[in-house]
């Protein structure tokens, strides 16, 4: 794959990443490299093979989901820094 098939321009501003122009170069070049590697994907033959997600068939191996006692509401707020109507308060981190 050649480096100008690569919109590295792009990608940078995907990343927010603050590139010069000679690592954006080398980094295209870079990428553009391991791209080309996936070429030699192409060449497995895996007619007979099933596709799968893992390699390894998975099992849930989680418990059994089972209701517990819980803290009290004055529980969980005893060491809240700041509480107000048996809630959290917490510094706002939507932008306006």
């Known amino acids: 794959m050649s480096t100008t098939a690569i919109n590295i321009k792009h990608l940078k501003m995907l990343a927010r990443l603050d590139l010069t122009p000679e690592e954006e170069e080398k ?6 490299d391991v791209l080309e590697y996936f070429k030699e994907l192409d060449k497995v033959d895996v007619a007979n ?3 799968t997600s893992h390699a390894f068939p998975l099992e849930n191996v989680w418990q059994e989901d ?3 006692p ?3 509401v004055e529980e969980a707020l005893r060491n809240a820094p700041k509480k ?3 809630e959290f308060v ?5 932008e306006e």
Request: proline share 9%; glycine share 8%; aromatic share 8%.
């Open 27 to 32: 980094f295209a070049r870079q990428l553009g």
């Open 84 to 86: 107000r109507a048996n």
């Open 66 to 68: 089972e209701a517990k």
């Open 70 to 72: 819980g803290f009290t």
């Open 49 to 51: 093979i099933e596709p």
């Open 90 to 94: 917490v510094p706002r981190v939507v």
